[in-house]
């Protein structure tokens, strides 16, 4: 679903990765772990379009899509969401909901009936204003968002961030089980290591902007403790 070749990437003259591979199948949750600033989320943002890359190149689904704008990789069945909840403040949540289809022609109906099933609490503040939510509610919310856009592939940046653990627990089953079910590939990025690792399929260590391991989910989970990789 996912290739990403030799990928350089920074801000202005500060380079932040340096010859980064990855790759992500259909139906697969691929953790990326690293201490802060290993740079995360600028590989986030290069894979889905929004940070310029240096050098390399990524395949989307089999199309090469080096230097294409985030519009068209929405559009193409991609999402990013951000660590900052991202949501529309001073509309209700049944209005960002349908937002997040605005790029599918069909289907948004059922989608929406999923997204409100995984997460009972937007139904039931389906007229309350996003912004007026708690943190863990716009959390789920953006995740919401996201879902309802049909993607093919989801980057996640730190879901679990300013939320309570039994919160994210929810957030993390509901990421499996939507991978599971629909052939949604994940990018996770996530500081709660052990969170990750128990849905991930395979993970990536980032030190310093450089890939230092890769291991499948199962053994890196078996490791128990990860200081020695950040």
């Known amino acids: ?136 509610e716009q959390r789920m919310l953006s995740l919401g968002i996201a879902l309802m856009a049909g993607p093919q592939l989801m980057l996640l940046d730190e879901p679990s961030l300013g939320i309570a653990p039994a919160l994210a627990q929810v957030i993390f089953d509901q990421i499996r089980a939507f991978s599971r079910d629909e052939g949604l590939a994940v990018v996770l990025v996530e500081q709660n290591v052990r969170a990750a690792l128990r849905i991930a399929d395979r993970a990536y260590f980032l030190r310093a902007g450089h890939i230092i391991l890769e291991e499948s989910g199962e053994q890196a989970l078996a490791r128990g403790k990860w200081w020695d990789l950040f």
């Open 1 to 136: 679903m996912l290739a990403a070749h030799h990928l350089s990437a920074g801000y202005g003259s500060r380079r932040v990765l340096f010859d980064v591979s990855i790759r992500v199948a259909r139906g697969e949750i691929v953790a990326v772990l690293g201490h802060n600033g290993a740079g995360k989320t600028t590989l986030l943002k290069a894979l889905f379009g929004l940070n310029p890359l240096v050098g390399g190149r990524v395949e989307f689904d089999g199309i090469d899509t080096t230097g294409r704008s985030y519009i068209a990789n929405v559009r193409a069945g991609m999402t990013f969401t951000p660590a900052e909840a991202a949501v529309f403040r001073d509309l209700t949540v049944r209005d960002n909901l349908e937002l997040g289809a605005f790029t599918i022609s069909g289907g948004a109906t059922a989608r929406l009936e999923r997204v409100l099933t995984m997460f009972p609490v937007l139904e039931e503040r389906h007229d309350q204003l996003a912004g007026t939510l708690s943190g863990g």
